[in-house]
């Protein structure tokens, strides 16, 4: 339970030459550990999240997943690391199912070896039934639902959720919980952005809490609310960001 | 080098499958375009044109349109495949996958090379249909196939650098379409002034409109081997531009 899943050492992201996303940010998130990264809309989550993905370049610092460093090791990391991105992204062409066999192949297991896994995934997530269709005649919760299958589709040890139930309904959002809670049991790591704060209050063991690029807060939920004298862990966010949500 | 052949090879796949999906707007249109061409240039024009290089003018010109319809391809598959993912937000899915920048690149030269390949090979049958005998089918064959790859690399290095469809449509337009037509498609560059042969010697397309009208024709207005020498190289340098740029990861990884 030790083992360090995702090490980010002084991570600093500066765009454009000027403004800076992140600045200085320390985090360890052990191996099998439910984490939560919450802030408020341009906080630096994504940024850090696609760091760690190799889609954001560095301006300094370093990341290291399962002790290996992202960019002189980037097919081990990568391979260990499933990410539901934030943005839902639109492939016109193939349908769901096929869709999940190129992903699972890029990840370099054959069409053989994962279609018992795809079959699992597609039954877990609820599109068995919409496997033949394509994206375009998919609900938008079912994207979403396809989103994270792709993530999983090479099981990977590391998921990385940014912000899953963005735009989701109450019932599938509850299906959402149950399904990465069955995950977390799985002994998967779990790292997730979210803006409902509730659902992080619900799932995760421990909270980091970042504003303006940095880390302002980081522990378990019950910790956070004892330090701050709160009682709900929204009240601690707004306390510590000092900001309306969702601004 | 190439480690993830699973990865290579799906994407490949990914990629040729995807051109193949909407065959109405990647394979047909080419062939009816040609097909006008070689009417109106060739069957209402030819009373008109006297042979060119001993050649009808039918037949002159039929080189020219089976390359200009393999680099359109070409170009227009890697280029549009790669926008088309920028926009759709489908790259970044793509970029995080074990599969390294070399990788990446190969597997979206070879979705591109593809179509422009089996463009124009069935360009290639319609000549034939309308009387064109090769002289050389070999190096008819390995020139549709390298021009393919060379701008299919070159298409890659276009769809990663450009951010809107009107971006991609200027560099069609105003460089690629001028290039192929100036690169002597309709006419032989001997017709042209001192400096309009000057200006085609520097054109990349004359070579390869050049070679082909050789190896199918046995006529051309460059040398066949120094024709051949430089379309390898130029094949060499797109893809070390193309494989470059996108290691580089400039306007994909941020």
């Known amino acids: ?247 | 080098m190439i480690k993830n052949w699973i990865g290579f090879y799906t994407l490949s796949s990914r990629e040729i499958l995807r051109f193949f999906t909407v065959w109405k707007q990647t394979i047909i249109p080419g062939i009816v375009t040609t097909l006008l061409y070689i009417f109106v240039f060739g069957v209402a024009l030819e009373d008109r044109i006297s042979e060119i290089d001993g050649v009808s003018y039918k037949m002159y010109i039929l080189p020219g349109l089976l390359m200009m319809n393999v680099i359109t391809n070409a170009v227009a598959n890697t280029a549009s495949s790669m926008l088309q993912m920028k926009l759709l937000q489908t790259l970044p899915e793509l970029l995080i996958t074990p599969l390294s920048s070399l990788e990446l690149s190969l597997s979206f030269i070879i979705g591109g090379t593809i179509r422009g390949f089996v463009n124009g090979i069935l360009i290639l049958f319609i000549c034939m249909m309308a009387g064109m005998k090769i002289q050389d089918p070999i190096s008819t064959i390995f020139i549709i196939f390298i021009v393919s790859w060379s701008f299919s690399s070159l298409g890659l290095f276009i769809g990663q650098m450009s951010d809107s469809w009107d971006q991609l449509a200027l560099i069609q337009n105003f460089v690629l379409t001028p290039l192929s037509f100036l690169g002597g498609i309709f006419y032989s560059v001997q017709m042209l002034p001192e400096w309009g042969l000057a200006v085609s010697k520097i054109n990349p397309v004359f070579y390869t409109i050049n070679s082909l009208r050789y190896a199918t024709l046995g006529v051309s207005d460059a040398p066949f081997v120094s024709s051949m020498v430089f379309i390898v190289l130029f094949s060499l340098l797109l893809t070390t531009l193309a494989v470059k740029t996108m290691e580089s990861g400039k306007k994909i990884r941020f």
């Open chain 1, 1 to 247: 339970m030790n083992e360090i899943a995702i090490y980010i050492n002084n991570l600093h992201k500066k765009y454009d030459e000027i403004v800076y996303a992140v600045q200085g940010i320390d985090l360890s998130i052990r191996k099998g550990e439910f984490y939560g990264l919450l802030g408020p809309n341009g906080a630096g989550k994504s940024t850090t999240i696609n760091a760690i993905t190799s889609l954001v370049k560095p301006t300094e610092g370093n990341i290291k997943v399962f002790d290996r460093d992202i960019v002189s090791d980037f097919r081990y990391t990568r391979s260990k690391i499933g990410i539901s991105p934030q943005e839902i992204s639109n492939d016109w062409f193939f349908p769901v199912e096929q869709l999940l066999y190129f992903q699972a192949g890029f990840y370099g297991i054959t069409r053989k070896d994962a279609k018992e896994r795809i079959d699992f995934i597609l039954n877990k997530v609820g599109l068995y039934d919409h496997k033949d269709k394509k994206m375009r005649q998919l609900s938008g919760g079912m994207k979403r639902r396809l989103q994270i299958a792709r993530a999983l589709a090479h099981d990977p040890d590391i998921l990385i959720l940014d912000e899953p139930t963005a735009g989701v309904d109450v019932a599938l959002r509850h299906d959402l919980w149950n399904f990465l809670q069955e995950l977390h049991k799985e002994g998967k790591t779990i790292l997730l952005t979210t803006h409902y704060i509730d659902e992080a209050e619900l799932l995760c063991e421990r909270v980091g809490i970042i504003n303006s690029g940095k880390l302002v807060a980081e522990d378990t939920v019950s910790n956070l609310k004892e330090l701050t004298n709160k009682s709900k862990l929204e009240d601690v966010f707004l306390e510590l960001t000092g900001r309306e949500l969702n601004d």
